[in-house]
């Protein structure tokens, strides 16, 4: 059986003077009976995920399987909601977040204590890691950054999270935030690239690809702001 994918809650790069809100790309995905989620956000987007959830008829108890791109607050941080779930994440950005680089101001320090007592599987290389679902290194933003791949009838879909996180990234070829002193983003950049039709970023709707490598994309970036 084909693993079908839902954005639960789409990423946004928006950001304000001093920071940025941290949308991140929440992806549920269906392999055969396993119901995972790709990335988990963090308390920004606690009530919309909550909420695409109950919308499919579905609660975080439902949930069989996380799968962390990598480390950062925006992507890890609502784990606390899936208390008895396996997670999923590289040897490489597991044994990183034992001891992130001091100037890394987005892995938070607690985050060894979120995964501890939880069924880990640690990735290395490229992997399958559900049936149609194969995960693979995307460094750069991360030190251990996974994307994932998958098929569809349009061709190969990349949940690429923070490996492709906008448009401007897609189309410049320049990653943006970096904390892997090997500078690896720009080649993890192009190969989410070369390997999807339709391509998933970390904080910007869908982008598609063309044979010749052209870009498109149909969504915009939303925020409505209540003042309160």
């Given at each position: ?15 304000f ?41 579905l ?7 996380v ?114 002193p ?14 999807g ?27 409505p702001?209540?003042?309160?």
């Amino acid at each position: 059986m084909v693993p079908q994918y839902e954005i639960l809650v789409e990423g946004s790069s928006v950001a304000f003077q001093g920071g940025f809100f941290g949308i991140s790309t929440i992806v549920l995905i269906r392999s055969g009976a396993t119901l995972a989620l790709f990335d988990c956000g963090h308390g920004v987007t606690r009530k919309l995920l909550l909420d695409a959830l109950q919308h499919r008829g579905l609660a975080p108890k439902d949930i069989d399987l996380v799968i962390l791109s990598h480390g950062h607050f925006d992507h890890v941080l609502n784990l606390d909601l899936f208390p008895e779930v396996p997670v999923v994440l590289s040897r490489d950005e597991y044994d990183y977040i034992q001891a992130p680089f001091e100037s890394d101001w987005v892995t938070p320090r607690l985050l060894p204590m979120l995964l501890e007592g939880r069924e880990l599987r640690l990735t290395a290389g490229e992997e399958e890691i559900l049936p149609g679902v194969t995960a693979f290194p995307t460094p750069g933003h991360a030190p251990g950054h996974i994307s994932l791949e998958l098929p569809s009838p349009e061709g190969p879909v990349v949940l690429a999270a923070d490996a492709l996180k906008t448009a401007r990234e897609a189309s410049t070829g320049i990653p943006d935030l970096e904390f892997d002193p090997e500078k690896r983003g720009k080649k993890s950049l192009q190969d989410v690239l070369r390997r999807g039709r339709i391509i998933v970023p970390g904080h910007f709707p869908t982008i598609r690809t063309d044979e010749d490598g052209r870009i498109s994309w149909t969504g915009i970036q939303e925020m409505p702001l209540l003042f309160r």
